[in-house]
């Protein structure tokens, strides 16, 4: 049932460690979804949300080398695009107009990612 829900969809992943993002692609790509990204920093993700004519649903790394992926949070809210985010800190470092959003602690769990996704899409 997971395959078919993620297959063709565009999800954008946002992470700016390598494998992790690697990993991600991969397994989406196997899913059947159409990956867009990955992209490591904040500017190339406001930028891909802008220019993207259709993202069905998107994973977050919080930090972004220092920069937090809040303001590319908010467009995507804006765009009424669900996303998960993903992080090493508590859920504390989540502002609270973020509070009905998945957040998943690193290391990540992908399959629990891939499940969430489902579930939104």
């Given at each position: 049932?997971?395959?078919?829900?993620?297959?063709?969809?565009?999800?954008?992943?946002?992470?700016?460690?390598?494998?992790?993002?690697?990993?991600?692609?991969?397994?989406?790509?196997?899913?059947?979804?159409?990956?867009?990204g990955?992209?490591?920093?904040?500017?190339?993700?406001?930028?891909?949300?802008?220019?993207?004519?259709?993202?069905?649903?998107?994973?977050?790394?919080?930090?972004?080398?220092g920069?937090?992926?809040?303001?590319?949070?908010?467009?995507?809210?804006?765009?009424?695009?669900?996303?998960?985010?993903?992080?090493?800190?508590?859920?504390t470092?989540?502002?609270?107009?973020?509070?009905?959003?998945?957040?998943?602690?690193?290391?990540?769990?992908?399959?629990?990612?891939?499940?969430?996704?489902?579930?939104?899409?």
């Amino acid at each position: 049932m997971t395959e078919q829900t993620l297959s063709n969809h565009r999800i954008l992943v946002v992470e700016d460690e390598y494998l992790p993002a690697m990993v991600l692609q991969r397994m989406l790509q196997e899913l059947g979804a159409i990956v867009l990204g990955p992209v490591a920093r904040l500017g190339d993700a406001l930028e891909m949300i802008r220019s993207e004519p259709s993202i069905d649903a998107a994973v977050l790394d919080i930090n972004l080398g220092g920069e937090t992926a809040f303001p590319a949070a908010d467009l995507l809210m804006e765009q009424g695009v669900p996303f998960v985010f993903t992080t090493g800190y508590d859920e504390t470092a989540t502002p609270e107009r973020f509070a009905s959003t998945v957040t998943l602690q690193k290391p990540i769990d992908i399959s629990r990612i891939v499940t969430i996704l489902a579930k939104v899409i």
